[in-house]
């Protein structure tokens, strides 16, 4: 097990089986919206990578800022958002928000999507790639990753 999460109540939990294939910090006006705060930390895991252990748990659909549809997974007791699917992927991945982790001091952004729409007051740091838009998964995610993704 590599850590485990759960809702604002604690009535919904899981845990991540291995490290995520990727983190990435979304500051698309959507991702702002859906957080109520300036970015979404979002860390993208194989589904066989991630368990539900506890809850009960209601979704709802949502149009990402690309146009495709995503699946939020919410607690059903305190509404508190805790992972995505997206709709049309052919892979078999979830996004997991990287706040309803129990320890996320040590999750960091591998990549800043959607910058075009960042907050002026958020600093970013320079050895971090960034991207106005989103970036090519091939020349961004490390090789081990990319790897993992076609096992999915």
Partial sequence: MYKKGRCLCGKVTYQLEKSPLFVQACHCSLCQRITGT???LIMVIEDKEFTILSGDITTFEFKGGSGALYDIYSCRCCGNGLWGKPRESVKDITFVR??????T????????????????????PEDTPQFEGMYDLESTWPAESRKRLEAT
């Avoid at 990287?98 to 320890?103: K, P, Y």
């Avoid at 960091?108 to 002026?120: C, G, N, S, V, Y």
């Fill in 38 to 40: 300036a970015f979404n």
């Fill in 98 to 103: 990287s706040g309803t982790l129990e320890i």
């Fill in 105 to 124: 001091k040590d999750i960091r952004p591998l990549a800043h999507i959607f910058t075009e729409f960042k907050q002026d007051w958020v600093l970013l």
